[in-house]
């Protein structure tokens, strides 16, 4: 903003020395422009919205852009006497799990939250963002019907595993299974009740009613889950959970995510004491983690905390929200691996790498926390200091961007790992709607081994583009293998996209500022 000032108040008398001087800058400038200048970031935006469409569980609406799906899972919850049909399948299979659901929508909440100005600029993208939490918001609102009831789970990930088929022609088990107080899952209800938190924060202006209600949820199931404490994973639906999403970490750290959330969303300090009092006891300012995750909040909350004002706050609340911010800035000095003990890994080709399990999901939540942490330091005018070594915001940002363009072909297989983006990424990924004809073109019903004998072994490309997925990614040498059965790998998932949203953002807010600027540049 501050070029663009300048160069929009210049007077129109020049002298041709000045404007040989103009010229001279913009070459200079043009050639040292990094190579991350060809990505597109605002397509990359559009295609990232777009992805959440095609995981939609329910009946579609007329506006639904994704046309190769249909509607799906209309009967869900009616075996158990509730309605649960909407949310979204969480990657390529049919289950709508619970836990990975929320923690999706709080990134894509957070993601309007902290970049709302730059998802507005990109043209559509702010209703379509909107659109994609709402989506997920109105489901969980279905889901939780008493205060102390919260249904988390339809359908059975092992008996889903053995079909592939499409969601419109599920034969599997759609049972639902519930968190209640004689069942706690404090995880899944305080992730739950962050992401309505966060979410009423989004629609505060554009649908207070909704904002409200939203928060109302979010204020149940916060008690809810704290006053009924375990995790989710030990109760009676643990069979059903273990295999594809244990709380690992517990439920500490969803019930402090979610205190701060909803102290964001009301302003009520009841919350932050909450917080503040817990900080110890339930691992918010001792634990020191180098992932953020579905699973695991801790990096997370503590940026989140680390960035709350300390105005009118007493003197406790100010060392604690201090030591919150120490422990978030292990995680950024890791991930800038700028730490004298452990960091985190890097591929050859400069990728963050957690392990070989959808490594994308960590990297896209990394590069949004240094993304978001990177604007709060130059908002405030700091710096960070790692072990000694100081740290600018311009050097975390730099960082960030490197890891979108890696995600966007500037790789070592000079692949684009973001479905749909590029003129090369996956063509096979491991994704039951996408690699089959899609229920427009084949109404015909798909039985669930004909799926693997006619589909799954097959090596053509998907006949569906799942535009805007990103898949698990390459391994730690940078390889990366494209074929359905590689999972690990060529499977992508909705919290994996998520924190991008706000990140694609901010990326094509600055190119389109700086492009602006060069073309006054130029014209000088």
Not at 163 to 168: A, N
Not at 251 to 259: K, N
Not at 295 to 316: C, H, N, R, W, Y
Not at 485 to 509: D, I, R, S, W
């Amino acid at each position: 903003m501050e070029a663009k000032s300048k160069f929009k108040n210049r007077g129109k008398g020049k002298s041709m020395e000045a404007k040989s001087k103009c010229r001279l800058l913009f070459s200079i400038f043009f050639f040292f422009l990094p190579l991350s200048q060809a990505f597109n970031y605002g397509d990359a935006l559009s295609k990232s919205l777009l992805y959440f469409e095609a995981q939609r569980s329910g009946r579609l609406p007329y506006n639904q852009r994704v046309t190769w799906r249909h509607h799906s899972g209309l009967t869900d919850g009616l075996e158990q006497g509730v309605d649960l049909v909407g949310g979204y399948y969480d990657a390529g299979d049919n289950v709508k799990f619970g836990l990975p659901m929320a923690f999706t929508v709080t990134m894509l909440s957070w993601s309007v939250v902290q970049f709302k100005e730059e998802i507005q600029a990109a043209a559509g993208e702010y209703s379509h963002a909107l659109e994609a939490i709402k989506w997920g918001t109105d489901y969980f609102i279905k889901a939780h019907p008493q205060p102390h009831v919260l249904w988390v789970q339809v359908g059975d990930g092992d008996t889903d595993h053995y079909c592939w088929q499409r969601p419109e022609d599920m034969t599997t088990s759609r049972r639902a299974y519930k968190i209640d107080e004689k069942n706690p899952g404090s995880d899944v209800a305080g992730e739950t009740a962050a992401a309505m938190a966060a979410a009423s924060i989004v629609f505060r202006t554009r649908n207070p009613h909704y904002s409200h209600l939203l928060l109302h949820h979010a204020q149940q199931l916060f008690e809810f889950g704290d006053k009924y404490r375990g995790k989710y994973d030990d109760g009676n639906i643990g069979g059903v959970v273990k295999g594809y999403y244990p709380s690992v970490s517990g439920y500490m750290d969803e019930l402090l995510w979610a205190a701060l959330w909803l102290y964001k969303a009301t302003d009520n300090v009841h919350y932050l004491n909450y917080a503040i009092d817990k900080a110890n006891s339930f691992g918010g300012i001792t634990w020191s983690i180098l992932e953020f995750s579905w699973d695991v909040k801790f990096a997370g909350l503590q940026i989140l905390a680390s960035m709350l004002p300390t105005e009118g706050k007493d003197e406790e609340q100010k060392q604690i929200l201090k030591q919150y911010g120490t422990k978030g800035e292990h995680y950024i000095c890791a991930c800038l691996n700028k730490l004298n003990t452990t960091n985190v890994q890097r591929t050859p080709g400069g990728l963050l790498y957690i392990r070989k399990w959808n490594n994308m999901q960590y990297v896209s939540t990394a590069t949004f926390l240094l993304m978001t942490y990177s604007d709060h330091l130059r908002a405030n005018n700091k710096k960070l200091n790692c072990h000694g070594v100081v740290v600018d915001a311009d050097e975390i940002f730099s960082f960030a961007q490197s890891q979108v363009d890696y995600i966007l072909g500037s790789n070592p297989m000079a692949m684009s790992y973001l479905v749909g983006y590029g003129d090369s990424y996956p063509q096979r990924l491991h994704h039951r709607a996408a690699s089959m004809d899609s229920y427009k073109k084949n109404k015909g019903f798909i039985g669930c081994t004909q799926g693997y004998d006619n589909w799954y072994g097959n090596q053509d490309s998907n006949p569906n583009v799942l535009v805007g997925a990103l898949v698990g990614g390459p391994d730690m040498e940078d390889q990366f293998r494209d074929s359905r059965g590689n999972y690990m790998q060529t499977e992508a998932c909705t919290y994996n996209t998520a924190p991008l949203v706000g990140v694609f953002a901010k990326l094509h807010a600055i190119k389109s500022s700086t492009s602006n600027d060069l073309s006054l540049v130029s014209s000088s």
